[in-house]
């Protein structure tokens, strides 16, 4: 009798295990359609209907640092801050006020391939937003004084960026890795580009870049996309088609270093990275995976001796590390697989041994529990990260630019559950295993290895 009791528990757990997978599976199916247009000057529409009484409306524009040259740099960010500083139709003090009164949120950022402009509002609101971001980009005034203005609330910001290690090793990762090439550009620029950027610089990288065939249209929420369409048709329709922008010239990876020696700060900040992929490449969930696999760890974390990862219990159990930050960044072509940690500077030998331990693990001795687990996880996080009309939007307009098109979380979820053990290690078997690294220190760096030592490191004599 009791044998029997337990084998009907267990079959119980099986079937609600498989019960729990088909209902998985069949919410990725049912996600909302994401329908495109695209009007005769080239600007695409996007749209997802949710059953939001919100909406999230942004313009996602082909433009960035990557986009600037060595005398501009800078431009894109400086151009972001003023767009909010009054346009040929609204005063700062009348923008501001109007959409205070609509109970609308404005944002927008800069990184080094898109620049985003986004309004947060009602549904009903949605043509009024749109209006002013059109406004925003298309009207902005760029009146000296402003300029003027804003170069000193900028200069304040890259003061603050500076005191922020994290931001400058991964500057400084960007510059070794990418050297000689706009892609190794900060978003913010150098201080002297900052300087002296003017309001025809402005106004030329508006001409050159914000044109239809660059710019994807979002929204997601209480919205109807055939509304969307017009409401496109009647503030973008004008627009150049254009395609005033240079093609991209490929990036070549270098593997190099940046040590930037600063006895003051009590921590040592460490940047290793190999070549990534781009968006669209078959290897960028493979080395999305692999990134999720050795994850990120944090001394103030309760579990850091029973996490998963390898590498966070020994930081944990030897006290190797403050913290550490696993990521893959991608870009149309190239990108960055690697670590940022923070660590004690007299044990930066045993940080990075560690470090590049755990990236031959992944390439010779992964587990099939290692790549559940991480699979899981990253999973996990690709759908926490749809939470809301804003960040649907977000992916939206981003897939757009990158993708050219939606890439549904049925479909994400396929590639990710695709990934196996072979398939893991030899794809991180190609771009890590006997690769020259780029490494950035930060802080007290005397102890960091010799850089061919390191690069010794990346490969090991194993059974």
Aim: glycine residues 8%; contains cysteine.
């Amino acid at each position: 009798k009791g044998l029997f009791r337990r084998d009907k528990m267990r079959i119980a757990r099986v079937l609600r295990s498989a019960e729990a997978a088909v209902s998985y599976r069949a919410s990725l199916l049912r996600t909302p359609e994401t329908k495109t247009s695209t009007l005769k000057n080239g600007l695409r529409i996007a749209t997802e209907t949710t059953p939001h009484k919100t909406a999230t409306v942004g313009l996602y524009i082909d433009a960035g640092s990557r986009f600037e040259t060595a005398a501009n740099n800078g431009t894109a960010h400086f151009l972001e801050h003023m767009a909010f500083k009054g346009t040929g139709k609204r005063s700062q003090y009348d923008l501001e006020v109007e959409v205070e009164n609509m109970g609308m949120l404005f944002n927008a950022y800069t990184s080094r391939e898109q620049t985003v402009y986004f309004a947060k509002c009602f549904s009903k609101d949605v043509e009024h937003a749109t209006e002013i971001l059109s406004d925003l980009i298309l009207n902005c005034t760029l009146d000296v004084k402003a300029v003027e203005n804003e170069r000193g609330v900028i200069i304040r910001e890259n003061d603050e960026v500076n005191d922020q290690p994290e931001e400058v090793v991964l500057d400084h990762l960007h510059a070794t890795a990418f050297q000689g090439h706009s892609l190794g550009y900060s978003i913010l620029g150098p201080l002297e580009n900052i300087r002296t950027i003017s309001q025809a610089d402005l106004r030329e990288y508006i001409s050159t870049n914000y044109t239809a065939p660059r710019i994807v249209l979002a929204a997601a929420g209480g919205i109807e996309h055939e509304e969307v369409v017009d409401i496109a048709e009647k503030y973008f329709g004008h627009l150049s088609g254009e395609h005033n922008a240079q093609d991209m010239t490929p990036a070549g990876f270098v593997g190099s270093e940046i040590r930037a020696r600063n006895d003051a700060l009590p921590h040592l900040h460490v940047g290793l990275a190999v070549e990534g992929c781009g968006w669209t490449n078959p290897d960028y969930f493979p080395l999305m995976v692999a990134s999720t696999l050795v994850g990120s760890w944090d001394r103030s974390f309760t579990g850091g001796a029973n996490m998963s990862s390898k590498l966070a219990r020994r930081c944990a159990e030897f006290d190797l590390a403050t913290k550490y930050q696993s990521y893959h960044t991608a870009y149309s072509d190239t990108g960055l697989w690697g670590m940022y940690g923070v660590c004690d500077p007299m044990k930066a030998d045993d940080f990075i041994f560690a470090i590049q331990e755990e990236w031959i693990h992944i390439c010779e001795h992964v587990t099939e529990d290692d790549v559940a687990r991480a699979k899981a996880q990253f999973k996990a996080a690709w759908l926490f990260q749809n939470d809301g009309t804003t960040a649907i939007c977000d992916e939206i307009g981003r897939q757009m630019l990158t993708y050219g098109r939606r890439m549904y979380a049925a479909e994400a979820d396929a590639r990710i559950e695709a990934v196996t053990v072979s398939s893991l290690r030899e794809v991180a078997g190609r771009y890590i295993y006997d690769k020259c690294p780029a490494v950035v220190g930060v802080g007290p760096t005397e102890q960091i290895p010799d850089y061919n030592r390191i690069r010794g490191g990346m490969w090991w004599v194993t059974n």
